[in-house]
């Protein structure tokens, strides 16, 4: 497969649990010659693979076009955690910009993991669904922000979640970390990698095409009917979407400061038997509430998966294993010397704002990114949103598109320089309970 390009190596998935454990094993199609679609879509990751389901479900002939393999970036390497909201708060939405706007997300923040489970169960997708997920404080100072989040979601109709003193969330995570925390039971995880192969198996099903190891390399975007092209092929359509998210480079040069890659790392242990029951009793996926936080949950072969740390950047640290495992030996002390079957990284697309952007450049041509580390139920439901806009509904597309994006400090040069030093600010806080 001679048509890679750099950021995907050869465009084989990278050595994840997620990879060697997937269910269906694709033969991917190359882009070769000139095709024609209602909707053309680049990137075979959730935003792009929801956005094409929801518009196949209404009829429309969708060519999508990935550049390595399905869920080959951070859809296919994430913790695989539904957790409801973006990385920016609703006090900061609604400070920022408004009360509408707040109680316009306040509104929708559970509907990305109501529309995951749908397709899920509509379209048998096997991708070991689980429910439940617990938010950790390892301070008093957490437990009264989590008090007041859980009362705030409360007020825009969100009544799911319970408070947990230390002796309730022991009763669900066995670890002496933490003080407290809250539990979400409208949120969970699943192995993501399997959900976007099964997205991409629905999205066939329903008569749309997938072209795969076809690294696009330049969208005309200003023209009436846009035009993506690859170096051996192109696909001009109706309506182009651009869901490269972290991996879209200088492919679109009005996207590229937009956003910024930020690493995050991952470890699968060894199977753990009737320890892996033990240690997390619930079998719910957890995230505690510091800036640089960690996340973990067991796999369906009860393995502990868990992440954590961040990479200005988007480039990945020289030993994965070296920076996970005192994290995860901190959290669970009776894991120390397990063994680390497999350590990868990934990036996620961070926007200086923490919120989500959605918008259109040229006509025809619509963008989604920047999920800023809460992708899995925000592409899920900007997916949704775009096909709403090229189906000719723009009521809540046009929400989005208003609010207003902020250029990184530095610009593309020194962003990463500028945000690791204010990393720096949020690890003191973290380290002093800030």
């Given amino acids: 497969m001679a048509n890679t390009r750099s ?19 694709r033969t991917p199609k190359m882009l070769e010659g000139a095709v024609t679609a209602d909707v053309a879509v680049l990137g075979a990751g959730y ?12 009829g429309y002939k969708v060519v999508m076009v990935e550049g390595a393999g399905i869920g080959w970036g951070a859809s296919g390497r994430n913790g695989g955690q ?12 609604k400070r920022r910009y408004g009360d509408q706007a707040g109680a316009f997300v306040g509104g929708l ?14 379209y048998n997708i096997d991708c070991d669904m689980k429910t439940g997920n617990i938010y950790a404080a390892y301070t008093p100072a957490h437990m009264k922000d989590l008090e007041h989040k859980k009362a705030l979601w409360k007020s825009y109709g969100m009544d799911d979640h319970q408070m947990l003193d230390k002796a309730a969330i022991q009763k669900l995570v066995k670890t002496d970390a933490y003080i407290g925390g809250m539990l979400d039971t409208t949120g969970g995880h699943m192995h993501p990698l399997n959900l976007t192969l099964g997205e991409a198996a629905a999205l066939e099903m329903l008569g749309g095409v997938i072209y795969e190891q076809s690294p696009v390399i ?4 200003d023209a009436e009917k846009p035009v993506i092209h690859t170096a051996k092929g192109s696909v001009t359509a109706n309506a182009a ?34 320890r892996a029951d033990a240690l997390i009793p619930s079998d719910m996926c957890v995230e505690d509430v510091r800036y640089i936080l960690d996340y973990f949950r067991l796999s369906a072969d009860k393995r502990m998966i868990f992440g954590g740390g961040t990479v200005y950047g988007g480039t990945d640290p020289a030993d994965v294993r070296a920076k996970i495992r005192p994290n995860l030996e901190k959290v669970f002390p009776s894991l120390k010397g397990v063994k680390i079957d497999y350590a990868w990284s990934g990036n996620f697309a961070l926007s200086f704002s923490r919120v989500p952007q959605m918008g259109k450049i040229g006509k025809n041509t619509y963008f989604a990114h920047g999920y800023s580390g809460h992708g899995v139920t925000g592409s899920h439901l900007f997916g949704k949103i775009l096909s709403e806009a090229i189906h000719g509904d723009l009521s809540r597309f046009s929400q989005f598109e208003k609010l207003p994006w902020i250029p990184f400090p530095g610009g ?23």
């Fill in 7 to 25: 950021y995907a190596g050869n465009g084989a998935y990278p050595d994840s649990y997620y990879a060697a454990s997937r269910n269906i094993i």
């Fill in 47 to 58: 935003s792009g693979l929801s956005t094409a389901i929801h518009l196949a479900e209404k």
């Fill in 82 to 93: 539904i957790v409801n909201g973006l990385n920016a708060s609703l006090d900061t939405i």
């Fill in 109 to 122: 923040v559970q509907e990305g993991g109501k529309i995951i489970r749908r397709i899920v169960s509509q």
């Fill in 218 to 221: 330049r969208v005309e975007h």
């Fill in 241 to 274: 979407v651009i869901c490269g998210n972290a991996y879209l480079g200088h492919v679109v040069p009005k996207l590229v400061s937009r956003v910024m890659p930020v690493s995050t790392q991952m470890v699968a242990t060894e199977p753990l038997g009737e």
């Fill in 412 to 434: 593309r040069m020194f962003r990463a320089q500028y945000s690791t030093i204010g990393s720096w600010w949020y690890q003191f806080k973290d380290a002093f309970g800030l």
